[in-house]
């Protein structure tokens, strides 16, 4: 059957760290991948966007890896401040009109 | 920046009742998006709306469900006779064009079914 998950449920990290999130899929093929940020009760945010013939992308603290043999994506946050703690969310689009997303991770950045 | 906006931001409603949800997608996109999230789970995709018509419809969005563009700026989501199981956040996306994937999402209508 076909999943999309991210390992944590909740990630603890101290500020200044660099925090990383798995996404990791099975029976996608995927020609890109998504990350967003949620914060309680509002809508999933845009923060990076990674095809399936790109390595790696970054967007200022933000660095996003994609392996398609693995079927992982990787979402990192370096230099990490309590301003980060929120819910990350992997979206992938399955080759049609609309995006699948793992049930998130909730990051908290500890001062 | 423009932004997709939803209204009302709460909705509360008793079983049996129709709603209504809107969103004005950002203003030069064509593609358009109805996505829910229950409390605790994940965002789930309802229905794509391009060029006047539906394109995609997940299980979800069945014969209670229905999508217009009445107008060249506003999108809706009707639901004929709500359910308990119908409360949830209920976000609005929307894309610019075919070779620009990413959706950006509205802050969602909380909608409570009593």
């Known amino acids: 059957s076909q999943k999309i998950e991210q390992n944590s449920e909740a990630l603890n990290i101290q500020e200044g760290k660099t925090a990383t999130l798995t996404c990791n899929y099975t029976?996608?093929?995927?020609?890109?991948l998504q990350w967003y940020r949620q914060d309680p009760g509002r809508g999933p945010v845009f923060l990076l966007l990674?095809?399936?013939?790109?390595k790696e992308k970054r967007k200022e603290r933000l660095k996003v890896t994609f392996d398609t043999t693995l079927k992982q994506s990787l979402f990192h946050i370096t230099a990490s401040q309590p301003a980060d703690s929120a819910t990350y969310l992997c979206a992938l689009d399955p080759r049609d009109d609309k995006i699948i997303f793992g049930k998130g991770t909730r990051l908290h950045i500890l001062p | 920046e423009p932004e997709v906006t939803q209204t009302p931001s709460h909705q509360v409603t008793q079983m049996g009742q129709e709603v209504i949800l809107r969103c004005v997608p950002i203003?030069?996109?064509?593609?358009f998006y109805w996505y829910r999230q229950i409390l605790g789970q994940k965002v789930e995709f309802l229905v794509s709306f391009y060029n006047n018509e539906i394109s995609e419809k997940s299980e979800i969005f069945d014969d209670q469900f229905s999508v217009e563009r009445p107008d060249g700026s506003n999108f809706t989501l009707k639901i004929r006779s709500t359910k308990l199981e119908d409360s949830a956040m209920y976000f609005c996306?929307?894309?610019?064009?075919?070779?620009?994937?990413?959706?950006?999402f509205g802050p969602g209508t909380r909608l409570l079914v009593l």
């Open positions: 203003s030069n996109h064509l593609y």
């Open positions: 996306a929307s894309r610019r064009a075919a070779t620009q994937e990413t959706q950006y």
């Open positions: 029976n996608y093929s995927p020609a890109y």
């Open positions: 990674i095809r399936e013939n790109e």
